[in-house]
């Protein structure tokens, strides 16, 4: 673990490489899972306001089962989560392009201008999820197989996550913040150099 202002990084970030390969994974992380989408405090309000614009962009079994039982839900752990259809199904916000790839109509009414927030941040992260420590925020990689074709197309790329996630790691800890991950990675691979070269 690496600290990073006041985040705690996982070294995995520097040394997994990552790329989302939509044609291969359908979008299935919103579509899969057995809860809905984390949801920070502060992103309450502005699914609430975002709502009435975001509701012409969904299928209507999500209309119905936000008007049935809410835009969020608490889960187990007691943190706000996005509904899920039915209950257990995908997200509510999910939509289908032609291809049948999944995609959220939160983030569609925000590329239309309808709305100016993006989609919760924890989507916009994934595969990396955030966790609460006592004075840090724990910002690790999570697992998961159905990202296979995405750790593939990342090595092929030779693209580290951190820089995959380059816009959503910005809008969450600031521009400073990704400045200072850049040279953490330059030293790491530096000291990687120095290493291979003391063995050879």
């Not at 975001?54 to 209309?63: A, C, D, L, N, T």
């Not at 239309?112 to 840090?136: E, F, M, N």
Request: overall charge negative; charged content about 25%.
């Amino acid at each position: 673990m690496i600290l990073v202002g006041s985040t705690v990084v996982s070294q995995e970030l520097f040394e997994e490489f990552f790329a989302c390969d939509l044609a291969a994974c359908k979008g299935a992380c919103c579509i899969e899972g057995d809860g809905g989408a984390p949801l920070e405090e502060s992103e309450l309000i502005e699914l609430e306001n975002a709502w009435e614009f975001v509701k012409p962009y969904m299928r209507q079994e999500g209309i119905e089962e936000i008007q049935k039982n809410g835009l969020y839900q608490v889960d187990a752990d007691g943190d706000h989560v996005t509904t899920l259809i039915h209950g257990h199904a995908e997200c509510a916000f999910v939509v289908f392009d032609e291809k049948g790839i999944a995609k959220c109509a939160i983030e569609q009414a925000y590329l239309d201008g309808a709305i100016t927030w993006q989609k919760p941040i924890s989507c916009h992260l994934y595969p990396v999820r955030l966790g609460k420590l006592r004075d840090y925020v724990a910002v690790n990689y999570h697992r998961w197989g159905i990202c296979a074709p995405a750790c593939a197309c990342g090595a092929s790329l030779k693209l580290p996550l951190f820089r995959f996630l380059k816009a959503p790691l910005i809008r969450r800890f600031g521009e400073d913040w990704f400045r200072e991950m850049e040279d953490i990675e330059v030293a790491l691979n530096e000291e990687k150099g120095s290493s291979q070269k003391s063995v050879g």
